[in-house]
């Protein structure tokens, strides 16, 4: 488990220099480790060095860890897989955070289910920035209105988006266009203070463009 101790280490130095040659300002970069397919051993491991919100892609995988670690008082759980709606009930009744809401329907249903009894649930919506067809996430030209059908719903906190731009294209165009959708969202919503961009692939470019959430997971837990 050095390697884990390692990776943190040298993923926060890495995210350091990035923000200390490119802003004159500190900003605060949230790492959301991504665990899917990862044991419970190796998420303590990252807890144990100073990691404490986790990304989960598969709703029962998910789940069950979410149960076995509920020791940890603190940690926070992001919803960040493809969601069908028949599992929108055990997203909202386990998870803090969704990433990715990609229409209404799915909205509807995770307010719904999202007890009286548990705080706000944190919602993003996923917008697929590369139009393409097989990619996950809201088509553009339809994101305003997401967002406002999110924006209505009492038992969700609508925090902002969440992209993943395609690897191989000019991907200057990508992270302009999707910076500008952040800004355009946080003037209209007062709630909305979270861009999730950037994976171990895309660090720079995503922070440069002003992610403030970053999911990783061959960088931590890869050897
Ligand atoms: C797996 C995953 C990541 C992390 O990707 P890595 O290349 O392992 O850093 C980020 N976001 C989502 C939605 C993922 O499924």
Redesign the pocket.
């Known amino acids: 488990m050095k390697n884990i101790e390692n990776n943190i280490k040298n993923l926060k130095k890495k995210i350091q220099k990035i923000l200390k040659i490119n802003f004159s300002y500190s900003k605060i970069i949230k790492i959301i480790a ?1 665990s ?1 397919n990862q044991s419970t051993e190796k998420i303590q491991t990252a807890i144990s060095y100073g990691i404490y919100e986790f ?1 989960e ?1 598969y709703v029962k995988e998910g789940v069950e860890k979410i149960k076995k670690l509920k020791k940890y008082k603190n940690i926070i759980w992001h919803f ?2 493809k969601l069908q709606s028949k599992k929108t009930k055990l997203v909202a009744q386990h998870f803090d955070w969704c990433q990715t809401i990609d229409r209404e329907k799915i909205a509807f249903l995770l307010n719904k289910n999202r007890k009286n009894t548990q705080l706000r649930m944190n919602v993003l919506m996923q917008i697929n920035i590369s139009q393409e067809t097989n990619k996950n996430g809201v088509d553009i030209k339809n994101y305003k209105s997401l967002a406002q059908f999110i924006n209505q719903m009492p038992n969700l906190n609508f925090r902002g988006i969440m992209a ?1 731009p395609k690897k191989h294209r000019t991907k200057y165009y990508d992270y302009e266009n999707i910076k500008n959708i952040f800004y355009t969202l946080k003037d209209k919503y007062d709630s909305v203070d979270t861009l999730s961009l950037g ?3 895309d660090l720079k470019e995503s922070i440069i463009n002003e992610s403030n959430m970053i ?5 931590i837990f890869n050897n």
């Not at 999911?215 to 960088?219: A, D, S």
């Open positions: 991504a899917k990304g892609n960040i897989g993943m994976t171990s692939f999911r990783i997971g061959k960088k």
